[in-house]
Every structure is written in C-alpha cells, then in structure tokens.
C-alpha cells in the first residue's frame, strides 16, 4: 500500500465550514512574566536488559534533573518570549562492561561519561493563534518526535510554526538543522546510521471534525536520508454504558535517499487498531504490515519517537516484510478506588520477515504498571515499572536482537517553581 502525498491544503479545504477560532490566544495574553512558568522534573531511570545466548547483560542507573522555563507573549499585536531548559543527568551505576548506551555515551577511553549536561532556548512569537519559534525545541509530531524514554530528552535545534487560525485545525511547518540525542552533550549527536542531521523540512496538520473524529497527515524531507509521507484516522464510537468501540488507522511511506543508501528504496509500514472499552477495562487487537524494500527506519534524524503505529514495544515490530498481530489489556484501577493505578499488558507476534538467510519470526510479552499519587505532599509523583520478554527464532536473533528480558523503572517527581 502506498500513501497518496496529498496537499496539507486538503485538510484546510475540509475545515472550510468551521468558523475561525473564537478568541485570539495574542489578545488573552496577560504579559511576559505573568503567564510563564518554570518547573523542574526529578526522574530517576533504572534500565537493565539481560540478554540471552550469550550476550553481554547492559544496566545502567541515573538520576535526572529537568528544568523547563516558558515566559508569557508581551502584549500587543505580535507577542514575543523565550523558552528555556536545562538538563542534567547523574550516572550512579554502570560502569565500563555494563553501561546502557541510549542512557550515557562513552568517552575517548571507552568508558561511560559520568555525567551529561545541555542548556537551551529559543525565541517565540505570537501573532493572532500563530506562533513560530526559533531554537532549541522538543517537536512531537509523527514526522519530527523527540524521544524522552530514558532519562534525559532528545531535543532538535530549528524553527517550528504552529497555526490554530481556523477552529480544529492545527497546521504545522518547519525546518530543524541540528540533533542532541538522549545520551549525549553533543549539540550534533550522531545517529545510529552514523550521519549527523543535515536538515529535515517539515509540514502538515491535524483536523479535529468532532470529539470523536480526527485525522492528520505529515511530509518531511530529511536531506540526504528519507522522504516521508505520514497519515492516520482516529475514530471513537460511543456504545453508552460507560462503553465505547475506537480505530486507528497509521501509515507511513518512506522514500529512502539513494546517494546514503547505494540505492532508492521504497518503504510503508501501517497499523489499524480497535480498542474496546468498558468501564475500567479496555481490550486491544491490532494489526500491523512492513513492504516494500527495506525495513521502516527511524531515528535517522527524525528523532526516536517517530514511530507512531500500533506494535510499538521493546520491539517495533519494523523489519522487511514483516507481518504482526498484537492482543492487549488495560485495567484503570480508579474504579477499582485505587485512582493513579494503570497496568497495561500486551503480547505481540510477527513473522514473515525477509531476513536474506530465512524467514524471521519474534514474539514479546509486555506489562507495564504505573502509580501517580493524587494527593498530599507526594502529588504527582509518578513510579513506573516495565517488562519486555522478548524472544525471536535464529533468522531473527542475528538480524535484529539477541533474546532478553528487559525491566525499565521510573520515578518522576515534578516540581513548579514558578
């Protein structure tokens, strides 16, 4: 299957009906130092994979510090501000032999950096619902996703704007030119293709119809590396009696650069999902398919949260050819008079995959449980624990991962200073 790359302007032409955005966020604004906050997030990662077959067990134990400062827009016609962060990140276990990579890189002696440090800002302003900032940023789109699934942030240097002009419709344009990934001070980080970030060109948009329907598509153009067309349809269906019936449908065509990869490929990776709830329960099956002429690759200068389909785990589920089902439970324990409790479980089995030496099958087990404290001097402190089994045959095991047991536990504390 392949996305047709239609034009953002069809989703602006579906909002043609919508009457313009009510109120205008320029003219509510109340001042630069009135409107902002700063924050600061305690994360404490814990990460351990013991791997099978042989290979050598990773772990590694950090403590992060995540200061967020966002002013207000002057008033006026056009609002200006800044945003700012700083980040540091503490390693208090693993060392040389047993080190996480995604967490801490190493230095020149091989041994992992005791600590990791960045500081960044950019500049914003605001006209009418229309806001283009320039600088250090953390997108979160299906094109451009930072990853935060460690300990510290990934973040892009470049310039994103975002437009609410027209009621349910968000549209999205920019240009990034620079990557700090996860582990690292760098303000160019390498990604796992070896290359640093060129630049990747960016637009699309999302339409809200209603409260139960809504639909986006995406295009980037990462130079030298990839064109990628994204689209997906959400859908909620209410069946009364605190039950509802929700698909969604995700699809990404990429377009692989012949100079970087000897020769044009083609790619599309797509998911459809339903999702059953009812009361504290929600039941999951999905479905998901890689074709074409590689595997779907990612996290090649479009940032590691750029993955935005249904089988999404320990393991993307992305190889050549792939063909993957998943079953899935949710249970909110909230009804249960435990409000904060989450625990989700999931498996999820592929196959089919052309590994050039035989057909590559795995399979993982999934739980994660989650607590957030509502209230007293604890609020909002967050414990995660989370657990992949993952298992593949020998095609598998020597093209993408040896078998293991991964467990990542989270502690999050956040803190508003101002």
Same mark, same amino acid.
């Given at each position: 299957?392949?996305?047709?790359?239609?034009?953002?302007?069809?989703?602006?032409?579906?909002?043609?009906?919508?009457?313009?955005?009510?109120? =205008?966020?320029?003219?509510?604004?109340?001042?630069?130092?009135?409107?902002?906050?700063?924050?600061?997030?305690?994360?404490?990662?814990?990460?351990?994979?013991?791997? %099978?077959?042989?290979?050598?067990?990773?772990?590694?134990? /950090?403590?992060?510090?995540?200061?967020?400062?966002?002013?207000?827009?002057?008033?006026?016609?056009?609002?200006?501000?800044?945003?700012?962060?700083?980040?540091?990140?503490?390693?208090?276990?693993?060392?040389?032999?047993?080190?996480?990579?995604?967490?801490?890189?190493?230095?020149?002696?091989?041994?992992?950096?005791?600590?990791? $440090?960045?500081?960044?800002?950019?500049?914003?302003?605001?006209?009418?619902?229309?806001?283009?900032?320039?600088?250090?940023?953390?997108?979160?789109?299906?094109?451009?996703? @930072?990853?935060?699934?460690?300990?510290?942030?990934?973040?892009? *240097?470049?310039?994103?704007?975002?437009?609410?002009?027209?009621?349910?419709?968000?549209?999205?344009? /920019?240009?990034?030119?620079?990557?700090?990934?996860?582990? $690292?001070?760098?303000?160019?980080?390498?990604?796992?293709?070896?290359?640093?970030? %060129?630049?990747?060109?960016?637009?699309?948009?999302?339409?809200?119809?209603?409260?139960?329907?809504?639909?986006?598509? @995406?295009?980037?153009?990462?130079?030298?590396?990839?064109? %990628?067309?994204?689209?997906?349809?959400?859908?909620?269906?209410?069946?009364?009696?605190?039950? $509802?019936?929700?698909?969604?449908?995700?699809?990404?065509?990429?377009?692989?650069?012949? %100079? *970087?990869?000897?020769?044009?490929?083609?790619?599309?990776?797509?998911?459809?999902?339903?999702?059953? =709830?009812?009361?504290?329960?929600?039941?999951?099956?999905?479905?998901?398919?890689?074709?074409?002429?590689?595997?779907?690759?990612?996290?090649?200068?479009?940032?590691?949260?750029?993955?935005?389909?249904?089988?999404?785990?320990?393991?993307?589920?992305?190889?050549?050819?792939?063909?993957?089902?998943?079953?899935?439970?949710?249970?909110?324990?909230?009804?249960?008079?435990?409000?904060?409790?989450?625990?989700?479980?999931?498996?999820?089995?592929?196959?089919?995959?052309?590994?050039?030496?035989?057909?590559?099958?795995?399979?993982?087990?999934?739980?994660?449980?989650?607590?957030?404290?509502? $209230?007293?001097?604890?609020?909002?402190?967050?414990?995660?624990?989370?657990? =992949?089994?993952?298992?593949?045959?020998?095609?598998?095991?020597?093209?993408?991962?040896?078998?293991?047991?991964?467990?990542?536990?989270?502690?999050?504390?956040?803190?508003?200073?101002?």
């Amino acid at each position: 299957m392949k996305v047709m790359k239609w034009s953002v302007i069809a989703l602006a032409v579906a909002a043609g009906t919508s009457q313009m955005a009510f109120a =205008s966020q320029q003219s509510e604004s109340k001042g630069f130092v009135e409107d902002a906050s700063l924050d600061l997030l305690l994360r404490t990662t814990y990460f351990n994979r013991d791997y %099978k077959d042989g290979v050598d067990d990773v772990r590694s134990l /950090g403590q992060g510090f995540i200061t967020t400062f966002e002013s207000g827009f002057t008033q006026g016609t056009i609002g200006v501000g800044v945003d700012a962060f700083g980040l540091l990140g503490v390693r208090l276990d693993g060392g040389s032999g047993y080190n996480y990579g995604a967490m801490f890189e190493t230095d020149s002696q091989g041994e992992p950096e005791r600590d990791l $440090s960045q500081t960044g800002a950019a500049v914003k302003a605001q006209l009418s619902n229309t806001v283009i900032k320039y600088g250090n940023q953390f997108p979160s789109l299906p094109v451009l996703a @930072y990853d935060d699934s460690r300990l510290l942030p990934e973040s892009f *240097t470049g310039t994103m704007i975002t437009s609410n002009e027209i009621e349910g419709l968000e549209l999205n344009a /920019g240009r990034f030119t620079a990557d700090s990934s996860m582990p $690292s001070s760098s303000r160019d980080s390498l990604n796992y293709l070896g290359l640093k970030l %060129k630049s990747i060109n960016l637009v699309g948009g999302r339409y809200t119809f209603n409260e139960n329907l809504n639909a986006a598509l @995406y295009y980037a153009d990462n130079e030298d590396v990839a064109k %990628k067309t994204y689209a997906d349809v959400n859908y909620v269906m209410p069946l009364g009696n605190e039950q $509802s019936l929700g698909f969604s449908f995700n699809i990404y065509d990429n377009e692989y650069d012949k %100079k *970087t990869f000897g020769e044009t490929q083609d790619t599309t990776i797509w998911s459809l999902a339903a999702k059953y =709830s009812i009361g504290a329960h929600a039941f999951i099956l999905a479905h998901q398919r890689v074709s074409g002429d590689s595997d779907y690759r990612y996290d090649i200068g479009d940032g590691g949260g750029s993955i935005w389909v249904a089988n999404s785990y320990y393991s993307d589920f992305n190889s050549k050819d792939e063909r993957s089902w998943q079953a899935s439970y949710e249970l909110d324990f909230t009804g249960y008079g435990v409000p904060g409790l989450f625990w989700k479980t999931a498996y999820v089995y592929g196959d089919n995959v052309d590994t050039g030496t035989g057909e590559g099958k795995e399979r993982e087990f999934f739980n994660q449980v989650q607590y957030v404290v509502q $209230s007293g001097p604890a609020k909002d402190l967050s414990l995660k624990l989370r657990n =992949s089994i993952y298992r593949s045959n020998d095609n598998m095991r020597n093209y993408y991962s040896a078998d293991l047991n991964e467990i990542r536990a989270f502690i999050e504390y956040p803190l508003s200073i101002l």
